[in-house]
């Protein structure tokens, strides 16, 4: 698996495992799986309420030896309440307890909401002091997210957003890479939303490559730079998400794709009033399809 470097030097494996929407009652088995099948980076968050599972199943996999912590790149998120200087510091501790670690690999600012720049001087601070190697932010758009860059004294190492075949995104990707800032895409089957996985061509070009779509989509993104974080509580599906490495799409599969595009989202949009209303009424609902 290859790593992707960020602007401050350090290392991340291009692809890893998300959580989101994985019941704490099985959560710990399922990420303990993941490294056992090989992955190495594992990606939450406070509002996914997992976050104790995965640090119980990051504490056996250790002990049994199937990976170091130092081998391990984890990542949580502070949501919306947890904004603010003072929020922040009190978050990252709470979280950083639940997982049971004295460090964090990359810490999220999770929407681009509330006061994220008192959250991000926090942020700052803790990165400074080594108790977290990157600091970075989610669902950011590209204004919003020069914005931020361009009043900061460090900038975000890495922009989570939602990415996938129907809503690609090349001018932010373009942004970020003016900035120095690595994009992470979260949902990159969208949940198998709009057809995405009965797409003709993705299933041609699946053919084509003795692969399976869901390996497409994925080879697709990190053909373009991307980090991915696919997610799966079955066995075989997460060994499926891994082998994507001994085969490489050609420029005329990349244009078919590329032309799959509807320049939507098709999870989460952070323009809509209503969106809003939605994200922050998770504070008090938390049954929501998507963070």
Same mark, same amino acid.
């Given at each position: 698996?290859?790593?992707?470097?960020?602007?401050?030097?350090?290392?991340?494996?291009?692809?890893?495992?998300?959580?989101?929407?994985?019941?704490? #009652?099985?959560?710990? /088995?399922? *990420? %303990?799986?993941?490294?056992?099948?090989?992955?190495? @980076?594992?990606? $939450?968050?406070?509002? =996914?309420?997992?976050?104790?599972?995965?640090? #119980?199943?990051?504490? /056996?996999? *250790? %002990?049994?030896?199937?990976?170091?912590?130092?081998? @391990?790149?984890? $990542?949580?998120?502070? =949501?919306?309440?947890?904004?603010?200087?003072?929020?922040?510091?009190?978050?990252?501790?709470?979280?950083?307890?639940?997982?049971?670690?004295?460090?964090?690999?990359?810490?999220?600012?999770?929407?681009?909401?509330?006061?994220?720049?008192?959250?991000?001087?926090?942020?700052?601070?803790?990165?400074?002091?080594?108790?977290?190697?990157?600091?970075?932010?989610?669902?950011?758009?590209?204004?919003?997210?020069?914005?931020?860059?361009?009043?900061?004294?460090?900038?975000?190492?890495?922009?989570?957003?939602?990415?996938?075949?129907?809503?690609?995104?090349?001018?932010?990707?373009?942004?970020?890479?003016?900035?120095?800032?690595?994009?992470?895409?979260?949902?990159?089957?969208?949940?198998?939303?709009?057809?995405?996985?009965?797409?003709?061509?993705?299933?041609?070009?699946?053919?084509?490559?003795?692969?399976?779509?869901?390996?497409?989509?994925?080879?697709?993104?990190?053909?373009?730079?991307?980090?991915?974080?696919?997610?799966?509580?079955?066995?075989?599906?997460?060994?499926?998400?891994?082998?994507?490495?001994?085969?490489?799409?050609?420029?005329?599969?990349?244009?078919?794709?590329?032309?799959?595009?509807?320049?939507?989202?098709?999870?989460?949009?952070?323009?809509?009033?209503?969106?809003?209303?939605?994200?922050?009424?998770?504070?008090?609902?938390?049954?929501?399809?998507?963070?």
């Amino acid at each position: 698996m290859d790593r992707i470097q960020l602007h401050n030097g350090v290392e991340m494996p291009q692809e890893g495992f998300g959580v989101f929407q994985v019941p704490e #009652s099985v959560c710990k /088995e399922v *990420v %303990l799986n993941a490294i056992r099948a090989g992955y190495r @980076l594992i990606d $939450t968050a406070s509002s =996914y309420k997992n976050e104790e599972a995965v640090g #119980s199943a990051i504490r /056996e996999a *250790v %002990l049994e030896g199937t990976v170091t912590r130092e081998e @391990l790149f984890i $990542t949580t998120k502070a =949501y919306i309440q947890e904004m603010g200087y003072d929020n922040l510091k009190e978050a990252f501790a709470r979280s950083l307890s639940k997982l049971g670690l004295d460090y964090l690999d990359l810490y999220l600012v999770h929407m681009p909401l509330g006061d994220y720049y008192g959250a991000w001087r926090a942020m700052e601070e803790l990165y400074k002091e080594g108790k977290i190697r990157a600091i970075g932010v989610c669902n950011f758009d590209a204004a919003r997210l020069m914005d931020l860059c361009y009043n900061v004294d460090i900038r975000p190492m890495v922009n989570q957003i939602e990415r996938h075949p129907h809503y690609q995104r090349h001018e932010e990707l373009s942004v970020m890479h003016k900035l120095g800032v690595q994009p992470e895409g979260w949902a990159p089957f969208a949940e198998g939303m709009k057809g995405m996985f009965t797409e003709p061509v993705l299933r041609e070009i699946a053919a084509k490559h003795e692969k399976t779509v869901p390996q497409v989509i994925l080879r697709w993104n990190i053909q373009q730079g991307v980090v991915i974080i696919p997610k799966s509580v079955h066995q075989e599906r997460m060994e499926e998400n891994l082998a994507i490495w001994d085969f490489v799409l050609d420029s005329d599969d990349m244009d078919r794709i590329a032309a799959l595009d509807k320049n939507c989202p098709s999870m989460l949009d952070c323009s809509r009033p209503s969106e809003i209303d939605r994200l922050y009424d998770y504070l008090n609902n938390p049954v929501l399809t998507t963070l």
